[in-house]
């Protein structure tokens, strides 16, 4: 059969720690993926922002390319003010059928003019394939902008293609300064973006240099962690972070402190659990004891009341012959009706001390008087029964404010102890001394000892040692020693225990002497 403590203990790990632990593991493994999701949101996040910065700058140049068929001057106007008006267009080159025009900046010297509209020109038939595909585009009514290869560093190239009329189509060359554009155009949209959370910086590919960012941040700081290509300038990259803390470190600090929490959140349970099994498990033990006690108590009493029973009928009966063995009858039955009232006192001080109901009368008393009265009271019952007494009185009366009646009960319940548990010697002997703060009452019989496991509890109530023949043999209420320690406490003092199994016991009571 199961003991019930191990049952509880099964109960409150199935009901409690398990559930918890389980819940624990699938949390622990749940966080990693988590994390992947939180991650991947994250990534998406980065990757829609730069998506949108680019969209811009394609939303930039195509604004141009619609000004020139929407805006009210004609096209020519129209260009010249583009050109004016935007600092990152070097230029625009518009080719038909019949002529080739180029509007420039207007600080650009004539002989440069000169070698940009060759260069334009060369740019235009080096990406004829391009352009026609740009002008099939716009047949279907579909605008479109082209990047056109063009070696000039710093400069990007780009065509569009517009109806003239129903017949005939023209072809727009756009010149930019592409770091103009980038500072120009999409500066104020990158830091619109970015606001507060991001850094976000333009980076020259060939280069692997940042030529634009929307903060300046020292290297240490810089941990890009997504990088796409602007789709109208190839030769360039975008760049993103977070500012502080990345998603991943918030995550991570996140998921360090929820495995944590699930880790402390656990051993508090355990904890809990353990506290809880411990509490039922005394409470248990505690409930055994006071049945035990109960019955040991009816044991101790039965045999003083059956022996004074039998004494006084047979007086009763008239039956003795002689006076003497009449007196011997009589002392019998006061010696056994002294044991029960002692035993009476003891479990009524006793209840007294647990409902804390107990009171101390402290006075200044001789000790050694009241260890003599006791051996007065006793020593000749106890020579009666074969026992060797022993007194060494205090040499020098210490000065105690003692409650007498009580110091008497803790002495006398020693020395019942030291009559019970005496094995074979009976010799029992009470010594007194002092040093410089206590003052010492040894009680110390040479019998069947006390083990080391067993010393610390016997000043528990109820607590009896079950091992060893004349341990189980002897009867007790396992309250006596409790008795004595509430005693000590109360007069702040202590008692302590020295015993082996070979040498018998010796019990000390310390007063403390200011
Ligand atoms: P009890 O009524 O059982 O004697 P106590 O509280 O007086 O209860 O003592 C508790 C236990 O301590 C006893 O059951 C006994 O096992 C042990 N004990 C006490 N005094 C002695 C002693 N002098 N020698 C050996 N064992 C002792």
């Not at 595909?133 to 293609?161: H, P, T």
């Not at 850094?199 to 941990?223: H, M, P």
């Not at 029973?309 to 006061?334: A, D, F, Q």
């Amino acid at each position: 059969m199961i003991k019930p403590g191990l049952k509880i203990g099964i109960l409150l790990t199935l009901i409690l720690v398990l559930p918890s632990l389980f819940f624990s593991a699938y949390e622990i493994s749940n966080i990693n993926q988590n994390e992947a999701v939180i991650d991947s949101v994250y990534s998406s996040q980065l990757e829609s922002i730069l998506f949108s910065v680019n969209q811009y700058s394609d939303d930039v140049i195509s604004g141009w390319a619609n000004q020139l068929d929407k805006g009210k001057y004609g096209v020519e106007t129209e260009i010249k003010l583009l050109v004016s008006k935007n600092y990152s267009i070097d230029a625009f080159f518009l080719i038909d059928s019949l002529k080739h025009q180029l509007f420039a900046k207007e600080k650009i010297p004539e002989d440069s003019i000169t070698i940009l509209k060759r260069n334009l020109e060369n740019a235009f038939t080096n990406n004829a394939g391009n352009i026609e595909r740009l002008q099939e585009y716009i047949k279907s009514g579909y605008q479109k902008i082209g990047v056109l290869d063009f070696n000039r560093k710093g400069k990007s190239l780009f065509a569009f293609a517009r109806t003239v009329d129903s017949l005939s189509v023209e072809t727009l060359l756009l010149l930019v300064d592409t770091e103009k554009f980038i500072k120009e155009n999409l500066g104020p949209k990158i830091q619109g973006i970015a606001q507060d959370q991001f850094f976000i910086s333009v980076i020259d590919k060939k280069l692997n240099t940042e030529i634009y960012s929307n903060v300046v941040f020292d290297e240490g700081e810089k941990n890009i962690q997504q990088r796409r290509q602007i789709w109208l300038f190839p030769a360039y990259d975008l760049g993103i972070q977070m500012k502080g803390n990345t998603i991943e470190d918030l995550v991570r600090e996140r998921t360090n402190t929820n495995i944590i929490m699930l880790i402390v959140m656990d051993l508090i349970l355990l904890l809990g659990a353990w506290l809880v099994y411990r509490n039922i498990r005394q409470q248990m033990k505690l409930t055994q004891l006071k049945s035990d006690f109960i019955s040991n108590v009816s044991h101790e009493i039965r045999t003083p009341l059956a022996l004074i029973n039998m004494y006084s009928e047979t007086l009763e009966m008239g039956r003795l012959p002689s006076e003497e063995k009449k007196k011997e009858y009589y002392k019998v039955i006061n010696t056994e009706a002294n044991r029960l009232s002692n035993m009476v006192n003891n479990i009524l001080n006793f209840s007294k001390i647990e409902s804390g109901k107990r009171e101390y009368h402290f006075k200044e008393a001789d000790i050694n008087d009241e260890i003599e009265t006791i051996l007065e009271n006793y020593g000749q019952h106890l020579h009666k029964k074969g026992f060797e007494i022993k007194f060494e009185a205090f040499d020098e009366l210490p000065k105690l404010i003692i409650d007498k009646e009580a110091v008497s009960e803790a002495i006398i319940n020693l020395i019942d102890n030291a009559v019970k548990y005496c094995g074979e010697t009976r010799r029992i002997e009470i010594k007194c001394h002092t040093d410089l703060e206590f003052a010492y009452i040894n009680v110390i019989d040479f019998g069947i000892g006390i083990s080391k496991k067993d010393q610390p509890l016997i000043f528990d109530k109820f607590y009896r040692v079950s091992s060893g023949d004349l341990a189980n043999k002897v009867k007790g209420s396992g309250i006596g020693l409790s008795i004595v320690k509430h005693i000590m406490d109360a007069h702040n003092g202590q008692i302590t225990v020295q015993s082996s199994k070979e040498g018998g016991t010796c019990f000390t009571l310390s007063f403390p002497l200011r």
